[in-house]
């Protein structure tokens, strides 16, 4: 009795110890899984994605050290959209697979990519934590917005979007970092490419203005600044 017990006190602390979240590409995360900027972090609950696109996001599982679990992506409608999952280590990125079998405190990359022909509509996309026969959900609506991207393709390599952005508003030219293995900067930089493409059909002048960027400076530094412009773009027709 006195072992039962003991059993099913470990696994009930390893279950409260155990965190599921999800933020933004942009938010700053350490090795331990804490957000180190921006101190007030983006709630992603019901994230706009655009068509032809890929849209990312980070995901955090928080376990105690030796605390074994296994990862899942859930889908309603299944297969609504293309997901992509790699296991983050500093800048550096590996793919992996899913369910992904995981141990400790772990940060992951997900991408989401919406065909360029998908329904405009509302879909479930859930990180789902299995954990000693428990389960731990990460409620996801994802808004697939009628914005869709046009094909690429897209330079390799890496460069902030705030400094991609500005580059194009600015009309002057930024030299990327040499293309390499897959890593945080170069998929951001993917990313932002998709922005001046859904970018290119609006005002210049009107953008700056309306985000402050000015062509004598450097862009803001706040960790999710960007993501004001990207909602912007998101909701274009």
Not at 169 to 184: R, W
Request: with cysteine.
């Amino acid at each position: 009795m006195n072992y039962v017990c003991a059993a099913f006190l470990a696994m009930a602390v390893s279950l409260c110890a155990t965190e599921l979240r999800v933020y933004s590409e942009f938010a700053r995360i350490d090795a331990s899984g804490e957000v180190t900027a921006p101190a007030n972090p983006r709630e992603i609950l019901s994230p706009a994605i655009a068509r032809n696109a890929f849209t990312s996001f980070q995901v955090v599982v928080q376990a105690a050290k030796g605390a074994h679990y296994t990862l899942y992506v859930s889908q309603n409608p299944p297969d609504a959209v293309r997901v992509t999952v790699y296991r983050e280590a500093g800048d550096r990125l590996e793919q992996v697979a899913l369910p992904y079998q995981g141990e400790g405190t772990q940060v992951l990359w997900m991408d989401l990519w919406a065909e360029r022909g998908a329904p405009v509509r509302r879909i479930k996309v859930e990180p789902q934590l299995e954990i000693n026969n428990d389960w731990m959900v990460y409620p996801m609506e994802v808004r697939v917005m009628d914005a869709t991207a046009p094909d690429g393709p897209w330079l390799e390599g890496s460069a902030t979007p705030p400094e991609v952005m500005q580059s194009f508003l600015c009309g002057t030219q930024i030299e990327p970092a040499p293309a390499g293995a897959p890593s945080i900067a170069r998929l951001r930089f993917r990313n932002a490419q998709q922005d001046l493409a859904l970018a290119s059909r609006i005002s210049k002048d009107g953008l700056r203005a309306m985000f402050g960027i000015t062509c004598d400076a450097a862009p803001p530094g706040e960790a999710e600044w960007y993501l004001r412009i990207r909602d912007y773009l998101y909701r274009l027709r």
